[in-house]
């Protein structure tokens, strides 16, 4: 059972260059997350989809977009890389959006903006 | 959303327990409680979560203050596995606007050998 999937692992971008991160999980959860942490520091909500057909913003959501593409996979674009952007991003599933519930993580994909 | 308080950082000696606190003084009364910890260089993984009752699980206990206003994680016998960072988070019931999920900046624990 892999869980939560995400690629890729590590990604070296250009200042203005786009890329997409990519999250799948395999465990039939309706709820998906985004999370950037940087060093040192807190994981931040970027966005979130609840349910499939459904995303929202999170704390920090300004620089990126986000696809729920279905419901194993939730996507995470940057359209236009800023070295602000540098920082490991985290995708979670939950089965659901109620509280008790827990929260399943990916390993993380290390993005560095020169 | 209800916010929670925990110190940044903790140290303990390996093989003692070690009691990890957190406050929610504004906690509603449906809120659950979450605890996650992250490894390092890993992402988050889930530990425990409770309502109100204590629980208890393979790897930890989490114990519930009466006025539910606090909550404290044990880890009954540290190992120096267990040096991570540990996250506890409010989870409302419902998901009538409630579906964000998210993370303070959590306790740093220190497993001295």
């Known amino acids: 059972n892999a869980g939560v999937t995400q690629t890729p692992k590590f990604q070296v971008l250009k200042t203005g260059q786009s890329m997409t991160l990519q999250c799948a999980q395999d465990m039939n959860h309706n709820s998906m997350y985004w999370y950037r942490q940087d060093p040192g520091m807190g994981l931040r909500l970027i966005y979130y989809?609840?349910?499939?057909?459904?995303?929202d913003k999170g704390e920090v959501p300004n620089g990126y977009n986000v696809s729920r593409l279905n419901k194993r996979e939730f996507s995470l674009r940057l359209e236009s890389a800023a070295p602000s952007q540098t920082s490991v991003y985290f995708c979670?599933?939950?089965?659901?959006?109620?509280?008790?519930?827990?929260?399943?993580f990916g390993q993380g994909t290390r993005l560095t903006v020169v | 959303d209800a916010k929670t308080t925990q110190p940044n950082s903790m140290e303990s000696n390996e093989e003692e327990p070690v009691h990890l606190p957190c406050n929610h003084s504004t906690i509603s009364g449906t809120d659950y409680i979450h605890w996650y910890r992250q490894l390092p260089s890993q992402g988050p993984e889930y530990v425990i979560h409770g309502l109100t009752s204590n629980v208890n699980n393979r790897m930890a206990s989490l114990a519930i203050a009466e006025d539910r206003k606090s909550s404290t994680l044990i880890l009954h016998r540290a190992t120096l596995r267990d040096a991570a960072v540990y996250y506890c988070i409010l989870r409302p019931p419902t998901n009538f606007g409630n579906e964000k999920l998210t993370f303070g900046t959590g306790t740093r624990l220190t497993i001295i050998p």
């Open positions: 989809s609840a349910s499939e057909g459904t995303t």
């Open positions: 979670a599933s939950t089965l659901n959006p109620l509280g008790n519930t827990e929260a399943f």
